[in-house]
């Protein structure tokens, strides 16, 4: 029998310590799979009988990092490390700045010298010790990534400047300058890009826990002697009955046993509206009771809930998440050995020609000129100009791995409540006369309820405080006054009071298009109706034009019901609509549409997105929806506003254009300066560069890069 284990690791800082992790543990015995995310700092193992728990734990440990008991621990041992990187952060650039001003003033001393070494010592050996033993594991398991160039160009330029420092006589006069300042700003830099990564990746992941927070902690169970015990929700055994308030989320997933209430099921299925739910109707955990009492018999175990069930998923879809490989760690794997290639070979042909001193400078200058930074810079400073203009437009981009891929998307699949529209009950029209609806209107201002609010906001102008009521509220049909004799609600309230809806074509093709009816009836006999719907957002067909523009499929994907969904897609010229559909539901549908096209973005705002959000390729989420929602969206809309989708593409296009822009500079000075470096130009020209120059030639190299890549600050949609 195969049984899937868990654990939360801690101490992961590179993709490279998932590969160590998942490639030690499935040798171990017993182990059948091993699915090591970074992302997620999540390990999945898949063990037989004869595995053995403790040896796993055990070997996780020796490879230095840590087992977390829960999620919480989790997220402390996260924050630890983030705080660890800011404070080396703080320390490499006060340090670093610190070199600079001393190595551009003064005359040369040995003091000067000495205290320059010691301040680059911390820098390199403190603040950047990390990415030496990241790129040593990296050398040991032949993939060499981006630790690798760092580590490579830092630590040469500081290694000739300690030579030069320790041993002057060995170097000729015209080649004694020290680099100090140069190892130690590239230091700073990339621990300020890995710290604000690894922000990001903390924020990011804070949406299992406010998914797991959602159902209520504890549950008032009904005795037999008709007494309620307040119990862990946890607990709830099938049979049970659990007693649900007015104002109280459900705990369980069961069947109303007795009672009736209104009941938002928008964490979960879509609905803008409440459903009304009475005696035999299902109810899941996570759904809000908003006008109502209800007694509810428990029929799944609390962890085969509904709600249980999108949180599974949700985990294994963080799992299965893939990071997207960077093209300058595909590359570094034949550039970094390339270059030492190089230089020990430009070492040797000097040598050969009798002249070794030469030879050891030209190979160093070949290390140094072969600009790792450039390379390295040459993505992620491009991402990050993208991402501060993305900032200053109210875009909010937490996951920037999304820029590499969401100018590739050709399907755009939006939820309808909240997203594509406001997530807000407005009156559409009705035929009630100004009268009758002034009084609707004063009876309706006496209700809490979404639709009274509705009503009330469509004639604000017609409320008069004079008009008194007798009210009564009634639950899942809507309101009476005045001893029934003002009904308003729903066609079964009318039918309770025994009057007929005059059913009209009017109202006939209201209800086809997918509107919600309110009958109102006056002195026992039916006066009219109210149609009401969602609000569309002002931009939204605008923004489904823009994407139909970049050739962009649209697609509504919703829990509201077939006619409604259509309603709205009709009216912004989406053609294919996936309506009445749960979260699970969306996943697959969304696993679906990625089979049909290159990569699929979602816009969605609730907690039922979550699963398709983080499903998809591109996930964008409102800065109105639910927490949840927010803290899986890859790209956040600050303002609300759809437009920004459109812009969002435009600016990773850019971006993207921008970075192969960098790789190509930082290839081709490569490709040209490497074999100057190595004294290519000697034997014509006799020109011989000494690394003072090539390190020259590195900043002037990794500057044109920084600027490049500024320019995205400027782009105008």
Not at 268 to 286: I, Q
Not at 401 to 430: P, Q, W, Y
Request: hydrophobic share 45%; with cysteine; charged share 20%.
């Amino acid at each position: 029998m195969i049984n899937k284990v868990k654990f939360n690791i801690t101490g992961m800082t590179c993709v490279n310590c998932a590969n160590s992790i998942e490639k030690s543990v499935k040798k171990l015995n017993g182990v059948v799979s091993s699915k090591v995310s970074f992302a997620d700092s999540s390990a999945v193992f898949e063990l037989d009988q004869n595995a053995d728990l403790s040896l796993i734990k055990n070997k996780i440990k020796k490879l230095g990092f840590g087992v977390a008991q829960n999620y919480d621990e989790l997220q402390i041992s996260k924050q630890k490390n983030l705080a660890n990187l800011r404070n080396k952060f703080i320390i490499s650039a006060v340090l670093s700045s610190l070199i600079m001003i001393f190595e551009m003033s003064g005359e040369a001393s040995f003091a000067k010298s000495l205290g320059l070494l010691g301040l680059a010592s911390i820098v390199i050996f403190y603040c950047g010790l990390s990415f030496y033993t990241h790129a040593i594991s990296s050398v040991k398991s032949l993939n060499f990534d981006m630790n690798v160039l760092i580590s490579l160009g830092t630590f040469m330029a500081y290694g000739y400047s300690l030579a030069t420092f320790l041993a002057p006589n060995l170097i000729p006069e015209n080649m004694k300058y020290l680099y100090f300042s140069g190892s130690a700003m590239i230091i700073t830099f990339v621990l300020l890009g890995k710290f604000l990564e690894e922000r990001s990746k903390l924020k990011a992941g804070n949406y299992i826990k406010s998914l797991m927070d959602l159902s209520p902690k504890t549950a008032l169970v009904l005795k037999p002697d008709g007494q309620s015990l307040s119990v862990l929700a946890s607990e709830l055994k099938i049979n049970d009955i659990v007693v649900v308030k007015n104002g109280y989320n459900v705990p369980c997933d069961g069947v109303i046993v007795s009672g009736g209430a209104e009941i938002d099921t928008s964490a979960l299925s879509g609905e803008s509206l409440p459903v009304f739910k009475s005696a035999g109707d299902l109810v899941h955990a996570g759904t809000l009771n908003t006008n109502g009492y209800i007694n509810i018999k428990v029929t799944k175990e609390p962890n085969d809930t509904l709600l249980a069930q999108i949180l599974e998923l949700l985990a294994n879809a963080s799992s299965q998440k893939m990071p997207i490989s960077r093209l300058a760690d595909k590359v570094a794997n034949i550039f970094v050995p390339s270059v030492i290639l190089i230089a020990i070979i430009t070492f040797l042909v000097w040598g050969f020609f009798g002249d070794l001193t030469r030879g050891l400078l030209s190979a160093i200058s070949v290390l140094i000129i072969s600009c790792p930074c450039a390379l390295g810079l040459a993505t992620p400073i491009a991402i990050i100009s993208g991402i501060s203009w993305s900032a200053k437009n109210a875009i909010l981009i937490k996951n920037p791995e999304i820029m590499e891929i969401i100018h590739l998307a050709n399907c755009a699949v939006f939820d309808k409540t909240g997203t594509l529209t406001k997530g807000e009950i407005s009156v559409a029209k009705t035929n009630l006369n100004t009268q009758d609806l002034k009084l609707i209107v004063n009876l309706e201002k006496l209700s809490e309820h979404p639709i009274s609010k509705a009503i009330v906001d469509y004639a604000p102008n017609l409320i008069d405080k004079d008009i008194k009521f007798e009210f009564e509220n009634i639950p899942g049909m809507g309101i009476s006054a005045n001893s029934s004799q003002i009904l308003v609600g729903n066609e079964a309230l009318l039918k309770l009071k025994g009057i007929k809806i005059q059913m009209s074509d009017e109202i006939n093709e209201a209800l086809e298009r997918g509107f919600g009816m309110i009958y109102v009836a006056l002195n026992s006999k039916f006066s009219g109706y109210i149609a009401i719907s969602d609000t569309i957002k002002e931009d939204a067909k605008q923004t489904i034009e823009a994407l139909k523009e970049l050739g962009i499929t649209p697609v509504m994907l919703t829990g509201d019901n077939q006619k409604t969904a259509n309603l709205v897609a009709q009216s912004l010229g989406i053609e294919k609509v996936i309506a009445g559909v749960l979260p699970s539901d969306k996943y697959k549908a969304i696993n679906e549409l990625k089979s049909e096209h290159k990569k699929v973005i979602f816009v969605g705002d609730g907690i039922n997105d979550a699963l398709a959000l983080k499903a998809a390729d591109i996930s964008i989420a409102m800065s109105s929806g639910s927490d949840i929602a927010k803290d899986i969206g890859d790209i956040v809309l600050i303002k609300n506003d759809l437009s920004s989708v459109a812009n969002a593409i435009n600016l990773a296009s850019k971006t993207m254009q921008t970075i192969k822009e960098n790789l190509a500079w930082a290839f081709i000075y490569n490709i040209i300066c490497i074999p100057v470096a190595a004294g290519v130009l000697y034997p014509v020209f006799g020109l011989v560069l000494t690394p003072m120059y090539a390190a020259f030639a590195m900043s002037i190299s990794s500057l044109s890069v920084v600027l490049n890549s500024l320019k995205l600050r400027l782009l105008k949609f």
